[in-house]
């Protein structure tokens, strides 16, 4: 099948089929005699594992590593697991941020503005650099 009848069994745009190959994750295609990309099924597999791995939240590199083990021979769920693993204490940590982003939000609509030394609004004014602004 050819690039576009491809894209659109996934619902993708072209562009991205010829990125992944470009980055290595997607094998590239035999050639038509006229040229134009020859994909199988089996790219139409790969394709759709890439996409059930990236709405897991996988980078294509974590998922590029996926594939390459599972070319080599070897099983990658293993592998797949530690993914998960490090995926679920990234969001860990951001729920963590959020959290704290969100008491500090409810403190500044909580508190009574005070006019005295505020440049432009003092509850904006009341927020604490971190770091410099240079």
Request: one cysteine or more.
């Amino acid at each position: 099948m050819r690039i576009g009848e491809l894209a659109g069994r996934l619902g993708l745009n072209p562009k991205t089929l010829r990125y992944w190959e470009q980055v290595g994750i997607l094998p590239e295609p035999a050639r038509d005699t006229s040229g134009y990309r020859d994909y199988t099924e089996n790219h139409l597999k790969i394709c759709e594992f890439i996409l059930k791995a990236k709405s897991l939240g996988l980078s294509l590199r974590e998922i590029k590593d996926i594939l390459d083990l599972a070319i080599s021979g070897e099983t990658p769920c293993e592998c797949v697991k530690e993914k998960i693993k490090q995926r679920i204490e990234n969001i860990d940590l951001l729920v963590e941020r959020l959290k704290s982003e969100r008491e500090k939000l409810e403190g500044l609509l909580n508190q009574t503005p005070q006019r005295e030394n505020a440049n432009i609004c003092p509850i904006i004014d009341s927020v604490e650099l971190k770091g410099s602004l240079d």
